[in-house]
Nanobody
Framework: QVQLVESGGGLVQAGGSLRLSCAAS????????VAWFRQAPGQEREFVAT????????YYADSVKGRFTISRDNAKNTVYLQMNSLNPEDTAVYYC????????????????WGRGTQVTVSS
């Protein structure tokens, strides 16, 4: 099975940037589709971004498109989420998720999850 550990969260002012990392172990990371989700207090867990294996394609939620960039380094078994132009609405716990097969945008499609990393954006 796959184990995922997120890191890189923290406190940042509005307009600032953070880069999250998702380190994977246990199984070949390159065989999995990986996504980032986030969950703010009182909100449902929502899709943020995902990255494919074949072709290296990416897909983003409209709310983060143009500001966030997802990337992966299979040699390091790591997926990154570069977050720029952060605003308070981005405040949430960010989760890395993985699944066998194609990418998906619903959290229930993912079988492996990290424990999350907190991102807080101040006004």
């Amino acid at each position: 099975q796959v184990q995922l550990v997120e890191s890189g969260g923290g406190l940042v002012q509005a307009g600032g940037s953070l880069r999250l990392s998702c380190a994977a172990s246990g199984r070949p990371f390159s065989s999995n589709a990986v996504a980032w989700f986030r969950q703010a207090p009182g909100q449902e867990r929502e899709f943020v971004a995902t990255i494919t294996w074949s072709g290296g394609g990416t897909y983003y939620a409209d709310s983060v498109k143009g500001r966030f960039t997802i990337s992966r380094d299979n040699a390091k078994n790591t997926v990154y989420l570069q977050m720029n132009s952060l605003n308070p609405e981005d405040t949430a716990v960010y989760y890395c998720a993985a699944r066998a097969g194609v990418t998906a945008t619903t959290y229930r499609a993912y079988e492996y999850w990290g424990r999350g990393t907190q991102v807080t954006v101040s006004s």
